[in-house]
């Protein structure tokens, strides 16, 4: 519920159990929200009711996560198929379910503070719109996230409150942390974050590892898996499943040019800087927070690290040519982020036939139409679950960047 412990570091799992042969035995037979269940238990033990535990993951797994296969050796893990279309929906639907339950006995309303350069918060405003006893205040800079992007932070109304910040993402940030440091502010709202941060997002990001394993086939092939990663809790999630007992050989950290941690593992420096704009712009993170988590995971160990996970990191122009080259050889339509991915899975796949490499694809093409469509040379509809949003009107309140404005503005509220 603090997202932060009192000495500033981060929260991580004093252990993290196995999965042993009981679990593994049926694991091929189960659904997904059944998988799903078993990994939960198996990490949250008895801190709640089953029924309870088993009520929020079924309700936070409502919808697939297929592996699709390129070719014999490559395949997609499709992380889009939630309500904002981005893996993130799996972190936003959990932490929102737990949350409001851990809640439900306190007449202290939670007010969430997010900033986000776009997919965050609208992860976050679908997962916790509507929830009891929790509002949703976002932070997004004016002018920056795309035109689908915006509607999805401003328009739903009710708990979900969007503040639009003239200045840029990392503007957005300082307000946040700002905030949570605020004695006037602490003493009126129940603060808390919803940024990876928070462990409550991992947790439900390991269950699609395992539900990739159970859809691939049992031929001995070794498994590698591609994480497109910005702030790394997606790649946390994968190391802890790994933990667990997932049998991945390997995974890969795929960048962009924001490459700090790729060139932790090379030369044993890390190195943060402040970002770099990209087409993935989700991934433009120049200290990602998760690294500390990674560390910990490896006992702070290099060399045991680099045996689990090599880098990978391309440019703006290397990633467009993965788009064309997926969509001509396959006819799959990537996203920017995911075709990091994919291109660190092409670059090695040629040498290593005994492996079946897998990326996770983290969002839908649809939610980068105008990248996608000037890459491909082809007009792409929006998605679906994104088109209702088009005729929505946005409300949201205009802030400049100082915090002064933004605090009056919070102790102002009713609330
Ligand atoms: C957030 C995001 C990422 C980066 O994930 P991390 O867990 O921060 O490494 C990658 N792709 C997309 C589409 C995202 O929204």
Known sequence: MHSLPEDRGLYMPLEIPSFDSRHWKNLKELTFKEISYQVAKVLIGNELPDNILEQIVYDTVNFPAPVVMLDEQIGALELFHGPS???????????????????????????????TSGDTGGAVAAGFHQIEGIEVIILYPSGK??????????????????????????????????????????????LSSANSINIARLIPQTFYY????????????????????GNFGNLTAGLISKKMGLPVSKFVAATNINKVFPDYL???????????????????????SNFVRILDLYEHKRDRLIKDVEGFYCNDTETEESMKEAFDKYGYILDPHGAIGYRSLVKRSDKEEVY???????????????TVEKVLQKTIPIPEKLKH?????????????????FKEYLLSRDY
């Open 85 to 115: 279309q981005a893996f993130k929906d799996f972190g936003a639907r959990f932490m929102s379910r737990l949350m409001s339950y851990y809640n439900k006995d306190s007449n202290q309303k939670i007010t969430i503070l997010v900033a």
């Open 145 to 190: 996230v795309s035109h689908l992007q915006e509607k999805q932070l401003t328009t739903y109304g009710d708990n979900i409150i969007a503040c639009e910040i003239e200045g840029t993402f990392d503007d957005c940030q300082a307000l946040v942390k700002q905030a949570f440091l605020d004695d006037d502010l602490k003493s009126k709202y129940s």
């Open 210 to 229: 395992f539900e990739m394993w159970k859809q691939l086939p049992e031929d001995g092939k070794e498994l590698i898996v591609s994480v497109p990663s």
């Open 266 to 288: 090379i030369t044993g420096l890390f190195r943060p800087h402040p970002s770099f704009s990209t087409i993935s712009n989700a991934m433009d993170v120049g200290n990602p």
């Open 356 to 370: 079946r490499s897998i990326f996770l694809e983290t969002a839908h093409p649809g939610k980068f139409l105008p």
């Open 389 to 405: 949003f088009e005729q929505k009107v946005k409300n949201s309140e205009l802030f400049n960047s100082q915090f002064e404005t």
